[in-house]
């Protein structure tokens, strides 16, 4: 059986923060490009 390694809090916590900075960037992207598609065709 193999060992399982003890989640180090803090890494976790940087990659989860990390993960969730990642989203909100790609979703702000998706949200930019979406306005300027609607604004070149209004």
Not at 15 to 23: A, S
Request: aromatic content about 8%; glycine content about 12%.
């Amino acid at each position: 059986m193999r060992k399982k390694k003890p989640v180090d809090p803090v890494r976790q916590a940087n990659k989860n923060r990390g993960y969730r900075i990642g989203w909100l960037i790609a979703l702000a992207g998706i949200v930019c490009g979406f306005a300027l598609v609607a604004l070149r065709q209004g």
